[in-house]
């Protein structure tokens, strides 16, 4: 198991340097320069060039990530080459929102997609079940893009629920929290939901025709009991799985909805370091989201012998 464990980890952080390869290839053969952004259109080129050399951007692309990765590897993301800023303070300036945004979007789709589910799986085929299908289809095909606009529009702006705009911490109180967050947090879950629905059920209609739920059902076992105490945990493999992932992703993937919203997350700090070509803090939030990324792949491998002792018993093998 400590083998297997430790090829995971190997290939998490081959992951990781992989992706700030990528990110460094791409932004080197954008157009333009964080110089010129910094001095301005009137800049003359001898002006770019000397603040391209204060910068240390007159080095080739290879020369300057290796720059980079060495002050990585010794926990050093370095400093935004516009603001100065240290990449690391400013990434988790911003991690807290959009942690908050990702974990409450994953909430609330795990939530409404396991009370669908269950009820689908307890009765397909019928009319509530064909209503709940016919409902995550629609959810299916409404990306943030589109659902937060309309959010904002019916429940901020007709009816006076939300704001429209902007982010109160915790440290304004948790009502305030809530009511700036929920709107976003609904955006994020909205696909979210139809993708766990059609998962979980799925699975439970499965596992609901296993020969040990119709002997616990046989021995008078009620049927939510059976439901939630043997088919909901065999049936969470999947769910586990793509939650996982799903959370990982949005971690790094709220940009559409921190910009929709205008909030200080780490969404609308890798877009503003792209604009500006701040090749350091992009590098440095890149890295970031692919370690969160790649924390949660191996966090999801692990949960696996919780649910079912044995998967437990093959990973000792």
Excluded: C
């Excluded at 059920?201 to 105490?229: K, N, P």
Aim: charge should be neutral.
């Amino acid at each position: 198991m400590v083998t297997t464990t430790g090829k995971r980890v190997a290939r998490g952080l081959l992951v990781v340097l992989l992706v700030t390869i990528a990110a460094q290839a791409l932004l080197s053969l954008a157009p333009g320069t964080v110089a010129e952004g910094i001095l301005g259109q009137n800049a003359t080129p001898e002006n770019i060039a000397d603040l391209n050399r204060e910068l240390g951007l007159d080095q080739p692309a290879w020369q300057q990530y290796l720059d980079w990765l060495g002050g990585a590897l010794h926990g050093d993301l370095g400093n935004s080459l516009v603001s100065q800023q240290p990449v690391l303070e400013a990434v988790v300036q911003r991690l807290p929102v959009t942690f908050e945004l990702a974990f409450l979007g994953m909430a609330l789709a795990m939530v409404v997609a396991t009370l669908f589910a269950v009820v689908g799986a307890s009765n397909p085929g019928s009319r509530i079940d064909r209503a709940l299908n016919a409902t995550t289809s629609v959810f299916l095909s409404t990306p943030g893009f589109i659902a937060g606009p309309l959010l904002v529009y019916f429940f901020a702006m007709q009816l006076h629920l939300f704001p429209v705009l902007g982010w109160a911490p915790l440290g304004q109180g948790l009502g305030a929290n809530l009511r700036t967050a929920f709107l976003p947090a609904l955006a994020i879950a909205i696909q979210e939901i139809a993708a766990l629905h059609r998962l979980l059920r799925t699975d439970l209609i499965s596992t609901l025709g296993e020969d040990f739920i119709a002997a616990a059902r046989a021995r008078g076992m009620g049927r939510m009991y059976v439901m939630f105490r043997h088919a909901f945990r065999p049936s969470s493999f999947s769910l586990i799985t793509v939650l996982g992932i799903n959370l990982g992703r949005l971690l790094g993937g709220t940009v559409i909805v921190e910009v929709l919203f205008s909030l200080p997350g780490v969404g609308g700090l890798l877009v503003q370091s792209i604009t500006s070509r701040d090749i350091i803090m992009v590098q440095g939030v890149v890295t970031f989201v692919a370690a969160i990324y790649v924390v949660m792949n191996l966090l999801v491998d692990s949960s696996y012998g919780l649910l079912d002792p044995r998967v437990r018993k093959v990973m000792a093998a």
